[in-house]
């Protein structure tokens, strides 16, 4: 992160600056030496964010599949029941994450908790969503 703060301040106060009706360089920093420290951080930064991207993709397929199903299923046998898209909601969140992190210790430290608690919101949700839209057709 310290590298990124030179960048940060070229930026902010420009490669250049006015003296005595002339430009002149900076000293601090040469220019290939700042631009080699911006890469740096930029790479850095990317390391850092592709796992969590691909945890956001992969909790998001690991999601939508479930869900898509348990709509499809409600949509064909009309089932309007609170109760029934609560309690889908929490088996896809415990399915997700048990999914995502095939460890025994996942159910042990309360990280299952987390995911029930927002797939039974999520479910709550759905359903309020679909009762609104489907009051307002008709």
Request: proline share 3%; net charge positive.
């Given at each position: 992160?310290?590298?990124?703060?030179?960048?940060?301040?070229?930026?902010?106060?420009?490669?250049?600056?006015?003296?005595?009706?002339?430009?002149?360089?900076?000293?601090?920093?040469?220019?290939?030496?700042?631009?080699?420290?911006?890469?740096?951080?930029?790479?850095?930064?990317?390391?850092?964010?592709?796992?969590?991207?691909?945890?956001?993709?992969?909790?998001?397929?690991?999601?939508?599949?479930?869900?898509?199903?348990?709509?499809?299923?409600?949509?064909?046998?009309?089932?309007?029941?609170?109760?029934?898209?609560?309690?889908?909601?929490?088996?896809?969140?415990?399915?997700?994450?048990?999914?995502?992190?095939?460890?025994?210790?996942?159910?042990?430290?309360?990280?299952?908790?987390?995911?029930?608690?927002?797939?039974?919101?999520?479910?709550?949700?759905?359903?309020?969503?679909?009762c609104e839209l489907a009051a307002g057709q008709d």
């Open positions: 992160m310290q590298h990124l703060f030179p960048c940060i301040r070229r930026l902010a106060c420009g490669l250049w600056r006015r003296d005595r009706g002339e430009f002149r360089r900076r000293s601090d920093h040469s220019d290939d030496d700042v631009a080699r420290r911006c890469r740096a951080a930029a790479l850095r930064i990317l390391v850092m964010l592709l796992p969590s991207a691909a945890v956001f993709i992969i909790t998001c397929l690991l999601t939508a599949i479930p869900t898509a199903i348990v709509v499809w299923f409600t949509e064909e046998f009309h089932i309007r029941a609170v109760g029934f898209f609560a309690c889908a909601g929490a088996a896809i969140g415990a399915l997700s994450i048990t999914v995502l992190l095939r460890s025994p210790a996942v159910w042990t430290s309360g990280l299952v908790c987390l995911f029930v608690v927002a797939g039974f919101v999520a479910g709550l949700t759905y359903w309020f969503v679909m």
